[in-house]
């Protein structure tokens, strides 16, 4: 109902996102994270269909990525300037058209070409999710969509390995690994009709124009940045790797000064500087960073040592991940109740646990490789599930908490770029590191290391969570 304010003017109440609106805009949160990894453990049957060398298997998982990372922030931008409901809408219709090119891909370079329009769509879709529970939620039920949404993120890219596995070993009607892409096709279409059902539109108040000059300044920050370090290990580091790796730093420095510029102008830059500011969402990314990074890295490098190491089949692959899918899920629930009590303190111990489950797992790689299985890994990934899911909900929580309305989908178009950009930086540095010593120490050595590294990323994290505010909003 319409209420009139002291002033006389009629304003319209703010709209209210009903269970059914929070299930849709989750159901979107999933479905791009669930494809940056479901991929993994289809790879090898991708090569062995369309005659793929591991070069164009990497532009597989690299064309989604980068396309996804590097568009994320503008989606956020059009979402607040034209309606995050109706692009939520074009996003999930387009992710859907493109998942079916890409279940339908006769070659590999369709198929790349595919991936690369499912990333777009995806970032098209994924900003308007924080930005819609932002808009419409106010405090307990934002708190608890919030942790939701970063339960749902932690879920879909462990869900993704699994699913993906368990898909590709069904060989539904004879589809094989193009099952990973063709699922999508009737989950995107419940999602259209959901919405259009159950999710409020809003805006910004004060929307901006399309920062152009910005857009293509992070876009080629990013892109001289994901694209050669994914690529580079498969073909063989040649020289324009390293060409369009130096442009990073330039672009990167360029794209900060001309977004301050416009800023100081009174304009409206695709990433206001001042957002930077606000110090729990600047201390939030810097946790998000390294945090990522593990994770990325993680899931790559256990689903091909437990491919290619271990010869486990995809679906024994993807169900070693199922303890910590299963208490990451846990810790999510129990999250908004801890921080209630212990604050931001609830990050630093879940870096801690996560630090005990990855030393498990790598003693017990060390232990008895040749025997190594579900059950031997279960320990180590439980403990380290539980860790992750005491970090990520609550992590998603400290970044939003101070972004204003009017730049709700700028804020989570920030937060999932760099969340998405560090995901393929660990699969692109702690995948190149894995498999390089693969090659020549052998696939137990070069998981062992890979662990300890990622250990090192963990303490580093949780080291970094000592500087969050204790009080969480």
């Known amino acids: 109902m319409p209420t009139a304010p002291t002033g006389g003017q009629p304003q319209t109440a703010a709209p209210v996102l009903s269970p059914l609106g929070l299930f849709t805009v989750l159901l979107g949160a999933a479905l791009p994270l669930i494809d940056f990894f479901i991929v993994n453990v289809a790879l090898p049957a991708i090569g062995r269909d369309l005659a793929a060398g591991e070069a164009t298997l990497e532009l597989v998982v690299a064309g989604y990525g980068v396309a996804y990372a590097v568009l994320l922030v503008l989606g956020g931008r059009l979402g607040d300037l034209l ?30 070409a595919a991936r690369i329009a499912q990333g777009a769509a995806a970032a098209l879709m994924l900003p308007q999710v924080l930005a819609t529970i932002h808009a419409t939620t106010q ?66 108040p004060r929307p901006s124009a399309v920062d152009i000059p910005g857009t293509l300044l992070l876009a080629l920050s990013l892109v001289s940045l994901l694209l050669p370090l994914t690529e580079g290990r498969a073909a063989g580091w040649p020289v324009w790797t390293w060409v369009v790796l130096a442009v990073f730093p330039v672009a990167a420095t360029v794209f900060f000064r001309v977004e301050r510029r416009l800023e100081r102008a009174g304009r409206a830059p695709l990433v206001p500087p001042s957002l930077l500011e606000l110090v729990p969402l600047r201390r939030g990314l810097s946790l998000v960073v390294p945090f990522s990074i593990g994770f990325g890295g993680f899931m790559f490098v ?151 590294v990622l250990l090192a990323v963990v303490v580093l994290t949780a080291a970094l969570s000592l500087r969050l505010p204790r009080t969480i909003t």
């Open 139 to 204: 405090g307990p039920r934002r708190a608890k969509a919030l942790s939701l949404y970063g339960a749902t993120s932690g879920l879909a890219m462990v869900a993704g390995q699994i699913l993906g596995g368990v898909l590709v070993a069904a060989d539904v009607a004879g589809t094989g690994w193009r099952a990973i892409f063709l699922v999508n096709v009737p989950v995107a279409v419940v999602g259209l009709l959901f919405t259009s059902r159950s999710v409020p539109e809003t805006r910004s």
């Open 302 to 452: 256990m689903a091909v040592a437990l491919q290619q190491g271990l010869t486990m089949g995809p679906v024994p692959a993807g169900l070693a991940m199922t303890p910590l899918a299963v208490t990451f899920f846990a810790a999510s629930l129990a999250g908004p109740r801890l921080v209630r009590r212990y604050g931001s303190r609830v990050i630093t111990a879940g870096g801690l646990i996560q630090a005990v489950g990855v030393t498990v797992i790598a003693l017990t790689v060390l232990g008895d490789w040749s025997h190594l299985g579900i059950a031997g890994l279960a320990p180590g990934m439980a403990v380290a599930g539980l860790g992750q899911g005491l970090q990520l909900p609550v992590l998603v929580r400290v970044i939003l908490a101070e972004v204003p309305a009017d730049r709700a989908g700028t804020g989570s178009g920030v937060m999932v770029t760099t969340q998405q950009s560090a995901l393929a930086l660990g699969v692109a540095t702690l995948g190149t590191l894995f498999l390089a010593l693969a090659g020549s120490d052998g696939m137990r050595t070069a998981l062992t290391v890979a662990l300890f």
């Open 83 to 112: 309606g995050r409901r109706r692009l939520f809408l074009t996003g999930m219709a387009a992710f859907g058209v493109t998942s079916l090119a890409c279940g339908l891909a006769p070659t590999a370079a369709t198929l790349v």
